[in-house]
């Protein structure tokens, strides 16, 4: 098999389902992601998974866990630690007591960013398939769109010193795969959803479920949806 | 009484400028009469050189504009449209479960009888494009099970309480998992569990 890996998932993929169609039209999709707090183990799957796919320089993250400890009805004041962008796992939790839960952090792909509305170039955008992407010979690295993000999802990459952030796996969602981080999540608790496919389960789960983004005040337009977030989580 | 100050005189002009001024009225073939020909003059002079620089500037603007900005841009909004095919176009790392099971069948049969139908392969296995472009000569890294199943199983307080988390000191003494468990179906004395599998991973 000399064919590049995006090809023979093709093959597959066309044989089995159809509507993963390789003519991929930008105007027919829209992208989010549903993370369900209740199932995540925070193994660090999805962060390592994002840095080899990605090349995402060490020390620096464009997905991370977070894990929180809120004691009793101290909700508005949660511990949080994220050892390594939780990149190696976590060590044994000291609090037993209280309610603990793991929460993974990505770029919400916002339709209405704040960071793509303060560069001064054009270098970052939403995409008509609703990815909010950076253009790496355009950035100036000049820092305003990861001043504004209030998600902190935003890094200069030291190697490049320009902006860089979740692609939400562009290179493999118009391939019709899933991205990384939700590729090799072991218990499904990150799933790709296309809001503008009516056959994607995500449908069903937002009909079904209490369904929160994060800093909804915030008017972002966030696509990434928490099933069972406390509301602890910032 | 102080007298009226008159302004000043727009007819006293040097006899040079006079021929100048007439030259440009023929070019503007509306030639104005008396005081306000001489005054007009003077404002087309200054006026021409304003709109020759900003003609100048002007094409000069647009001439670099066609030159400096991609062709791309503004294709879809304001930014560079290529930039959407060049992230697109970056290679994958993970070959997803779907192309593993294109060819490990027997992984897949195994897999269906346990709970750990719903762990893609790579989540363990990690990257492998590489091994599906070429399975014959790039072979996946053997892995060590007291490191991978400990990433997921190790006891949490933050886990789930329903997901099955060991101490791993307490529970296997530094043994590797695949001593007693099988990776692909974990659970010890499932020969009997004909169990479907009814979760699948979306």
Same mark, same amino acid.
């Given at each position: 098999?000399?064919?590049?890996?995006?090809?023979?998932?093709?093959?597959?993929?066309?044989?089995?389902?159809?509507?993963?169609?390789?003519?991929?039209?930008?105007?027919?999709?829209?992208?989010?992601? #549903?993370? =369900?707090?209740?199932? *995540?183990? $925070? +193994?660090?799957? &999805? %962060?390592? @998974? !994002?840095?080899?796919?990605?090349?995402?320089?060490?020390?620096?993250?464009?997905?991370?866990?977070?894990?929180?400890?809120?004691?009793?009805?101290?909700?508005?004041?949660?511990?949080?630690?994220?050892?390594?962008?939780?990149?190696?796992?976590?060590?044994?939790?000291?609090?037993?007591?209280?309610?603990?839960?793991?929460?993974?952090?990505?770029?919400?792909?916002?339709?209405?960013?704040?960071?793509?509305?303060?560069?001064?170039?054009?270098?970052?955008?939403?995409?008509?398939?609703?990815?909010? #992407?950076? =253009?790496?010979?355009? *950035?100036? $690295? +000049?820092?305003? &769109? %990861?001043? @504004? !993000?209030?998600?902190?999802?935003?890094?200069?990459?030291?190697?490049?010193?320009?902006?860089?952030?979740?692609?939400?796996?562009?290179?493999?969602?118009?391939?019709?795969?899933?991205?990384?981080?939700?590729?090799?999540?072991?218990?499904?608790?990150?799933?790709?959803?296309?809001?503008?496919?009516?056959?994607?389960?995500?449908?069903?789960?937002?009909?079904?479920?209490?369904?929160?983004?994060?800093?909804?005040?915030?008017?972002?337009?966030?696509?990434?949806?928490?099933?069972?977030?406390?509301?602890?989580?910032? | 009484?102080?007298?009226?100050?008159?302004?000043?005189?727009?007819?006293?002009?040097?006899?040079?400028?006079?021929?100048?001024?007439?030259?440009?009225?023929?070019?503007?073939?509306?030639?104005?009469?008396?005081?306000?020909?001489?005054?007009?003059?003077?404002?087309?002079?200054?006026?021409?050189?304003?709109?020759?620089?900003?003609?100048?500037?002007?094409?000069?603007?647009?001439?670099?504009?066609?030159?400096?900005?991609?062709?791309?841009?503004?294709?879809?909004?304001?930014?560079?449209?290529?930039?959407?095919?060049?992230?697109?176009?970056?290679?994958?790392?993970?070959?997803?479960?779907?192309?593993?099971?294109?060819?490990?069948?027997?992984?897949?049969?195994?897999?269906?009888?346990?709970?750990?139908?719903?762990?893609?392969?790579?989540?363990?296995?990690?990257?492998?494009?590489?091994?599906?472009?070429?399975?014959?000569?790039?072979?996946?890294?053997?892995?060590?099970?007291?490191?991978?199943?400990?990433?997921?199983?190790?006891?949490?307080?933050?886990?789930?309480?329903?997901?099955?988390?060991?101490?791993?000191?307490?529970?296997?003494?530094?043994?590797?998992?695949?001593?007693?468990?099988?990776?692909?179906?974990?659970?010890?004395?499932?020969?009997?569990?004909?169990?479907?599998?009814?979760?699948?991973?979306?």
């Amino acid at each position: 098999m000399l064919l590049p890996a995006a090809a023979v998932a093709w093959q597959y993929l066309q044989a089995g389902t159809p509507e993963a169609s390789p003519n991929y039209k930008l105007t027919e999709h829209w992208w989010g992601m #549903l993370i =369900d707090i209740p199932k *995540c183990i $925070g +193994c660090g799957s &999805c %962060v390592r @998974a !994002c840095a080899e796919e990605n090349d995402v320089p060490e020390g620096y993250f464009r997905t991370w866990i977070e894990r929180y400890h809120v004691a009793d009805w101290k909700i508005e004041r949660p511990e949080v630690e994220s050892p390594n962008g939780g990149k190696q796992g976590f060590p044994p939790n000291q609090e037993t007591t209280g309610k603990n839960f793991f929460v993974p952090k990505l770029c919400n792909q916002c339709a209405e960013s704040p960071c793509t509305q303060v560069c001064p170039v054009g270098a970052t955008f939403v995409t008509p398939d609703g990815v909010v #992407l950076v =253009d790496k010979s355009y *950035c100036l $690295g +000049c820092r305003y &769109c %990861v001043q @504004a !993000c209030p998600y902190g999802c935003r890094f200069i990459n030291p190697k490049t010193n320009t902006a860089e952030k979740c692609s939400l796996c562009y290179h493999r969602i118009t391939k019709g795969l899933t991205t990384a981080c939700c590729e090799v999540c072991p218990t499904g608790a990150r799933q790709l959803a296309d809001l503008k496919n009516p056959q994607d389960p995500i449908h069903e789960f937002l009909r079904t479920h209490t369904v929160q983004v994060l800093k909804p005040h915030m008017a972002t337009g966030a696509k990434v949806f928490y099933n069972g977030m406390d509301g602890s989580v910032r | 009484m102080t007298p009226i100050t008159t302004p000043c005189d727009l007819n006293h002009r040097s006899p040079h400028e006079s021929q100048l001024s007439k030259s440009i009225a023929q070019i503007c073939a509306q030639p104005a009469p008396g005081i306000w020909r001489n005054h007009l003059f003077k404002d087309i002079e200054h006026l021409v050189r304003l709109a020759a620089v900003i003609a100048i500037a002007l094409i000069a603007f647009v001439a670099l504009r066609v030159v400096v900005v991609p062709k791309s841009f503004g294709q879809y909004g304001h930014y560079r449209g290529a930039a959407i095919a060049e992230a697109a176009a970056r290679p994958v790392a993970f070959a997803g479960h779907e192309t593993c099971e294109a060819c490990h069948t027997d992984v897949v049969d195994q897999k269906k009888q346990g709970r750990h139908v719903v762990v893609p392969c790579e989540a363990c296995h990690g990257a492998q494009a590489k091994h599906a472009d070429d399975p014959a000569s790039v072979k996946p890294p053997k892995l060590d099970t007291a490191v991978v199943c400990a990433r997921c199983h190790e006891a949490n307080s933050a886990k789930p309480k329903a997901f099955p988390q060991v101490a791993t000191a307490d529970h296997s003494q530094g043994l590797a998992c695949d001593t007693c468990h099988q990776p692909h179906r974990p659970k010890i004395d499932d020969q009997a569990d004909t169990k479907p599998a009814t979760k699948v991973k979306k």
